[in-house]
Structures are given as structure tokens and as C-alpha cells.
């Protein structure tokens, strides 16, 4: 299960969390890349991120996913969350939600 004690959440770097500004969604391995791609829809449908910010949170978790790395190590490998959408906006929608030949 993708639980951090308070300890282990303030110990991570800025960079461990989809929404750096807001120190939220930390997406350091697979099981907490598979929280976010399951909590942001009702995160988003409560009004407490924007579409914006729901389609960071699950390009984020999908790349972690892809590539077996943190979001930490992505970062420092030069990874942008921004740059990935930009390139390709499909990125940030809910896969679970896309038809086929979308």
C-alpha cells in the first residue's frame, strides 16, 4: 500500500511530488504511481486540483510506471512533466476513459 509516515513525506525532496509547489502527490514507485492514477479522478471531480493539475499528477505516474524510476530520478535526469505534455497532451487524460483508436 502507498502509505508514508509524516517523517518519510517531509524527508522527500521537492522533486518526489507531482505538484512541487504544493509538496502533494508523491510519486516515488510503482504502488504510489498506481495511487495517484486511481485517486486523481475523485481528486478532481471534488473541486481539490484542477484539470491542470490532474493531468501533471498522471503524466507523472504514467512515466514512473513506464520507466521503473522515481519522479525524483526522472527529474534529475532532465524529465519534465510540463515538457511531456506539451509534446503530447494525450499524456495527462484518463487512459481509463479513452476509446479505442483515441
Do not use: Y
Not at 509524516?6 to 509538496?23: G, K, Y
Request: net charge neutral.
Amino acid at each position: 500500500m502507498a502509505r508514508l509516515t509524516e517523517a518519510e513525506r517531509e524527508a522527500l525532496p521537492d522533486t518526489a511530488f507531482a505538484l512541487m509547489a504544493r509538496r502533494a502527490w508523491p510519486v516515488i514507485d510503482r504502488d504510489h504511481a498506481e495511487a495517484a492514477l486511481m485517486d486523481v479522478g475523485r481528486s478532481l471531480a471534488l473541486g481539490h486540483i484542477t484539470p491542470e493539475q490532474a493531468a501533471l499528477i498522471r503524466t507523472c505516474a504514467h512515466e514512473v510506471l513506464r520507466t521503473h524510476k522515481s519522479l525524483q530520478e526522472l527529474r534529475a535526469g532532465g524529465w519534465s512533466a510540463e515538457k511531456a505534455l506539451a509534446a503530447d497532451p494525450k499524456l495527462g487524460e484518463d487512459w481509463n476513459k479513452l476509446k479505442p483508436g483515441t
